[in-house]
C-alpha cells in the first residue's frame, strides 16, 4: 500500500508543475517530441521490470497483454511526437489587414494554441501502462506543452510509482523543467487536486459514478476548468440476417474472442448482440464461450463489482442463460445471456447497462422494425457495430443515422475492441460515453483538449509566436485569408 | 411584455427541433451555406422595420449604431456560409488499412463530424442583432447543421419575436424543415429547456453570475451537455513609457473612445488602463472624456448595475476621480477614476472587476517590475492590449507571457473594442472570460462547438459519408495518413 500523498506534498507538486508551465510554453515542439521519445525509450528498456511488476498488480498475463501493451504505451507516446513535428495541431491561422473586408476594415489577426497549463490524469485500473502514469493522457498533456500530475490508481500503486520514476528521470535527462511530471496517489489527494486554483484541466478514465464525481467537483469550483472524463460503454453489435447466413459460424467465435477479451475489462466490450430471431447460433456460441479459459480479473472490487452486476442481469425474469461458469467461479469464467427484444425494451434501464467482466447479452429482434426499436431505447457510447453483406447496404443506410447517434465509432464487420491509435480514430461519444462529446481521448486528434487558442492582433513579426511569423519557419500548413497554404505551395 | 412560454409550448418547440436535428444531420454544406444566406437577406430587407423596433427596445443610436450591428449580423451568417462551402471544418481524415501499423494492423479508419443536436442559445442584450435571435451563435449552429433554439433577451422582446418571425420565414422558404429554429421567451422557460433531455448543447453571451447560474444547471443534469458561456472580461490595457512620450494625446483619446464606446456597454471594454507614472495626461484623458457625449444605455436594470457597480469603484479610498458626470447623470456620461498600482494591488478583488458601462480605472505603476506585479494579480479575460514603441520590442516580450496568460486575443496598438470576424479571429479565454476556453465565441472557428467527431471503421465506401468518400466528392482538404492532401495536390 503507498501512502495518501499529504496536503503539503500536493501543494508542492502543483507549485513545481505551475512553475514548469510557464517554462513549458515557450519549448519548441521539436523539444517535446524528443522527451516524449526518450520517455518511450526509457520505458521500453525498463520492460523486464516493469512486465512482471503489473503483472503481479493487476493479475493480467505477461504474455501477450501487458508485453503488447507496453509497446502500445511506447508507440503512443512517440506517435504524439509525431504530432509536433507535423505541426499541424498548432492550427495556424492568419488573416492579413484588409481594408475592404465586407464586415470593416479588418486588422492583421494571427492565431494559434498555446498550453492550458497543469494538467491533472486520472488513469485507469485496465491498462495499467497504456491508460496509467505514462499513458495516452500524458503523452497528449506532455505533447501539448502542459505538466502533468498524474493520479495514481489504487490497482497498481508500485507500477505507478516505478513508471513515474523512470518518466522523471528520463524527462529531465531530456532536458523538460523540473515539476514537468509527477505522481500523486489517495482518493482524497486527487480531490484535493482537482480543486487546486493552479490546476487547468483533468482527465479521467473509469466508471460512471467515479467519473461524474470528479466531473461534478470540477463544475464547482470557483474557476471551473475542462474535465474529459471517458465513463463507459455498453457497446451494441448488430448482426443483419444476411451475415447470420453467410457466417454464422465466425461471427460467434469472434464475438465470444471480443467480450471475453481481457476478462471483459474494456471499455469498448460488446455488451449487446443484436441477433436476428431463428438465428440458430446458441450451440455454437455456447462452444465458443465454453472454450475460453477463466482469468483472474484485476482485483477484488472489480471481481465483486462484476459478479453484482451479473446477477442483476441474470436474475431478470425475462433473461435466460445461455452458458455460464459452474458454482466453482474463480478464476471468472465468461456468462452469456438471451432475452427477447420486447422484454429488453421493456426493462432497457435495467439491460442496457455496462457490466465491466467477461458478460454479455444477446437480444434477439424479429424484424427491422424491432431492431430500429432496440437501437431507439439504447443510451450513447463509444462504439456500435454492424455485421452485414454489402447486399445489404440499402438497409444498413437506413440503421446509420440511429447507429451514428449512439457512438462516437462505427464498426463495419469487426469488433470494437482492440483500439489503433492514428490520425482518424475517435474514442468519445455523447454522454455518458463522455463528459465532453466534442473532442476524443484517443488519437492524435487528443492533443486538442489541453490546447487553448490565442489570437494577436497587429503584432509586429518579431513578437509573434514561430507559427505566426510571416516567413513561417516551421514551414507550417497554415490557413492564410481563409485559403489552406502547404509549405510545397509557398 | 411578451408572454413566458409555456412548458407544453416549450415541449413542442423542442420535439420539433429535435425531429428536424435528423434531418438537417443528412442536409449538404452547401443547402445549409443557401440557408444562411436567404436568412442574411431577409434580415437586410427588412432593416428599415428591424432597426427602429431595436431602437426603441435598446435605446442604441440607429446610426451607425444598429444599421452597422445588423450589416454584421448579416455578414456573419454569410460568412458561416463561407466555412460551409470551403469545408474544412469538417475535419475530414482518413487512415487508410495498413497491416505495417507500428502499433499493429490497422484498419481503414475515417473520421469527420456530426451536428451535435439540437442547440439552444442564450441571447445577449447589448447587440440586439449581432448577439441575439439571429446572431453569432444561431449562425454558427445552423451552420453545424444543429436546429437552434433561442431564449430571447427581455430587453429586447418585440424586436426578438420579429426577428424570429423573419428567420423562420426565411429558413423555410429556403428548404429548412419545420423545427430547424424557433424562440422561446422568460427565465424559467429558459431554465426548463436547458434541463430537456433532447438539447445537445447550450451557448450563452452576458454575466458572470448569468452565465454561472445556466452553467450550473447543464452539468447538473442526469446527462450534462456542453455549455458554451462567455461571462465577461475586464479588458486590460497596458502603456508603456516610449508609448506616453511619442503619442500619450492619441493614446488619450483612443482610449476615451473605446471604453464608451456604445455607452461601455461592451465585453471588450478596457476597464483597466495602466499608465506608468508621470504620463501627465491626466488634462488630455479628462478633455477627451468630458467630449464624449451622454447615452442612455440599454435599459434600466443595467443603468442600476451599472451606476452601483460604478459607486463601489468611485468610493474605494485609495481611488480617485478624474472625470465624472455632474449630478445630472442622465443621459449616462462616461466616469474615469485613478488609483496606484500599490493600492491597485490590495484591493485587487474589489477594483480588478468588470463593470458593465462607461467608466474606466487608471492604475498608474511606478517601473516594470510594479507593471508586472499588477499583471500577476488580475483574472483571465477576454482580451490584453498592449501600446508600446516596436523600440521596446524586448521589453514587451517578457510581457507576452503574462498578457497571454490573461487573455484570448492580445492587441498592439490598438482597443480591444469592435471585434472583426474572421478566420484567425478568436473570441474567448480562461474562466471567467468563457466557460470553455478551448473553443471561440466568435470567428469561423466557433462553428466547431457544435460538431462531434465520428470515426467509420472498416465501412464500404458507399456507406461513408461523402467526405470520407476515396473520390472526394467535395474536393476537400483531408488528412490522409497523416499528411495533409489537398484538393490540388490531387
Known sequence: MI?????????RIIAAATTAAAQLAVTTPGERARWLDAAADALEKAADELVPLAARETHLPERPRLRSELLRTVFQLRLFGQVLTDGEFLDATIDHADPDWPMGARPDIRRTV?????????????????????????????AAGCPVVVKAHPGHPELSVRTRDILVEALTAAGAPTGTFDLLCGVE???????????????????????RALFDIANARPRPIPFYGELGSVNPVVVTLGAVKARGPELAEGFASSFTLGAGQFCTKPGLLLLPEGHGLDETLCAAVASVPGQAMLNERITDGYRSGREQLRE???????????????PIRPTLLKVRADDFMKSAESLAVECFGPVSLIVEYADEAELRAVLGVLKPGLTATVHAQESESDMVRTLLPALTRLAG????????????????????GPYPATTAPVFTSMGTAAIARFLRPVAWQGFPDALLLPPLRETNPWQLSRRINGIRVTPADG
Open 3 to 11: 501512502a495518501e500523498t499529504s496536503r503539503t506534498e500536493i501543494d
Open 114 to 142: 498555446v498550453p492550458i497549463g497543469p494538467v491533472l490524469v486520472f488513469t485507469a485500473s485496465n491498462f495499467p501502462f497504456a491508460l496509467s502514469v505514462a499513458g495516452h493522457d500524458t503523452a497528449a498533456a506532455l
Open 316 to 330: 431478470h425474469p425475462a433473461v435466460t442463460v445461455l452458458s455460464e461458469p459452474g458454482p466453482a467461479d474463480d
Open 189 to 211: 489527494a486527487g480531490r484535493t487536486a482537482l480543486r487546486h486554483p493552479d490546476i487547468a484541466a483533468a482527465s479521467f478514465t473509469g466508471s460512471e459514478a467515479g467519473g
Open 409 to 428: 465509432r462505427l464498426i463495419w464487420n469487426g469488433w470494437p475492441t482492440g483500439i489503433i491509435l492514428s490520425w482518424a480514430q475517435h474514442h468519445g
